[in-house]
């Protein structure tokens, strides 16, 4: 069971990114998938949700209406969309899995996570 993110990078102030989250091992759609960040110095940060392929639900205020999410079931892929990126998005981005098909914004709730992938936003 394997989670690679990949797609983060640097970017200026209003930029956008296509974060992906790779499964092998085991088919996404199953689980609840969550998007996760932490930036330096400061917890681990759940903000945005997949489950069913179309139950999304959002954690955070400042997220929404900038990031989506989405799956791809043939590629066994979630990609995470993110537009008008700020200085305050610069963090790691990870990817979990929760076994049992919920969406929380807890990381304890989740079993299998990725390598993260960084984001940095310049102002």
């Known amino acids: 069971v394997q989670l690679v993110e990949s797609g983060g990078g640097l970017v200026h102030s209003g930029g956008s990114l296509r974060l992906s989250c790779a499964a092998s091992g085991f088919t996404l759609d199953d689980y609840g998938i969550g998007w996760f960040r932490q930036a330096p110095g400061k917890e681990r940060e759940g903000f945005i949700c997949i489950s069913g392929s179309d139950s999304i639900t959002y954690y955070v205020d400042s997220v929404t209406g900038r990031f989506t999410i989405s799956i791809d079931n043939v590629k066994n892929t979630v990609y995470l969309q993110v537009n008008s990126l700020k200085p305050e998005d610069t963090a790691v981005y990870y990817c979990?899995?929760?076994?049992?098909?919920?969406?929380?914004?807890?990381?304890?709730?989740?079993?299998?996570w990725g390598q993260g992938t960084q984001v940095t936003v310049s102002s």
């Open positions: 979990a899995a929760s076994i049992e098909g919920i969406c929380s914004p807890r990381p304890v709730e989740y079993d299998y």
